[in-house]
């Protein structure tokens, strides 16, 4: 049996939708761009939505709002995709890494006042796997040191915790389309935002800085623009906006399935030795992006190959980020720095999580981690 690590859900009505744009005269940044962003809206219950090519992008243009930049230190965490620190790095600020907690991966908010100093201008916390952080102790912190909040929600659209929402509590909350994401265009991104004023900016950054998009310049008739601000080519297009409105309409239904996968392997796994899982938390609604088994270290890597000998399709997220080869050269961080971090980087494993995995591969994938171990 052969068990992708990622299977989409794209449908023939969503394609139909590309194939509608494809046909009209209009491709870039328009009306189905504006239709998705108000999906997503009205879905997080936040005030605006800007549609960009990327998480990445999204992140580095909400710290570039909210003028973050050289000499500015910005508190994340090192469970993550390179992507997160790197944002930071893009807009020539320092990533400070906070340990996270064991139980979830997420940053520990119990460690993050200890590093802030004077030049700590943001928090960036991530909802690891699609499981929120603690964002309501996160803003009460924020707050009592004048930061702000910049939530990578990359893994997170579905979840919640204590009844909020991503974007909610966030100055800003970044989400990814990527090609593995639970809703996807291939590539894309998205900006949650309440401020209006941070909004109508956001919108300017994404697209070189100018205070016209080609839609306010080209379907009525033709108005001059200015560029009040330097910014960067970000804007999302109609036709990756196309292939999201459908699923962002059928994105609870998408994630009933992930979470009966997710409780079907809950039940064949849990309590083995030698595979931990992480904890879904009883006041948090988890998205169910990513199903990760930690193994233990020295097992990981025959783990890995003899999943895939099985034709079972895996990845690793995340190998701690501080352990990456530019940030040790860069920052000097050394293994014992985050040890939590550590200790899910060394044994992550991600089986197969998604919509249209069947029963019988999601019986395949445990029973062939449990005979690959030996269990
Ligand atoms: C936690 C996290 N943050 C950010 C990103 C970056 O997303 P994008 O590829 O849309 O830039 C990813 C992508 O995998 C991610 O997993």
Redesign the pocket.
């Known amino acids: 049996m052969t068990v992708e690590f990622f299977r989409h859900s794209i449908t023939k009505d969503d394609i139909e939708r590309v194939e509608t744009v494809l046909k009209s005269i209009f491709l870039t940044t328009g009306e189905v761009v504006k239709e998705f962003e108000n999906e997503l809206q009205r879905y997080l219950e936040v005030k605006n939505v800007i549609g960009v090519t ?3 992008a999204g992140l580095q243009l909400s710290l570039l709002a909210w003028g973050i930049g050289k000499g500015d230190e910005v508190i994340t965490t090192p469970m ?2 390179c ?2 620190a790197n944002a930071v790095l893009h807009v020539g600020a320092t990533p400070i890494f906070v340990d996270v907690e064991e139980a979830t991966g997420n940053i520990n908010a119990e460690l993050v006042e200890d590093k802030i100093t004077k030049n700590t201008k943001a928090i960036l916390p ?1 909802h690891l796997y699609g499981q929120m952080c603690d964002m309501k102790r996160l803003r009460k912190i924020a707050d009592q040191y004048g930061l702000i909040v910049i939530e ?1 929600a ?2 997170c659209i579905e979840g919640t915790r204590d009844g909020i929402r991503t974007g909610q509590l966030g100055d800003a909350a970044c989400f ?1 389309f ?1 090609a593995t994401k639970n809703i996807t265009s291939g ?1 894309g ?1 998205a900006i949650a935002v309440n401020s209006i004023e941070k909004a109508e900016l956001l919108r300017m950054l994404r697209l070189h800085g100018m205070d016209k998009s080609a839609a306010d310049r080209y379907t009525k008739r033709y108005q001059h623009w200015d560029m009040p601000v330097l910014g960067w080519k970000y804007n999302m297009d109609n036709i990756h906006a196309a292939l999201l409105v459908g699923q962002m309409r059928r994105i609870d239904q998408l994630w009933e399935r992930r979470n009966q996968i997710w409780n079907m392997y809950e039940e064949r796994l849990r309590g083995l030795s030698g595979i931990g899982i992480l904890e879904t938390l009883p006041n948090s609604r988890h998205a169910r992006h990513l199903f990760p088994v930690i193994v233990p270290p020295e097992e990981r890597d025959s783990v890995l190959w003899g999943l895939q000998n099985k034709g079972i399709g895996v990845a690793v997220n995340f190998r701690a980020i501080h352990l990456l080869r530019y940030y040790k050269e860069t920052f000097g961080y050394k293994e014992g720095d985050f040890p939590c971090a550590e200790k899910i980087g060394s044994g992550t494993i991600s089986l197969p999580l998604y919509p249209a995995l069947k029963d019988e591969e999601v019986d395949y994938v445990a029973k062939t981690l449990i005979d690959v171990m030996n269990r």
């Open positions: 990327s998480c990445t993550s995709f992507s997160t991530v990578d990359a893994h990814s990527y590539e991104g």
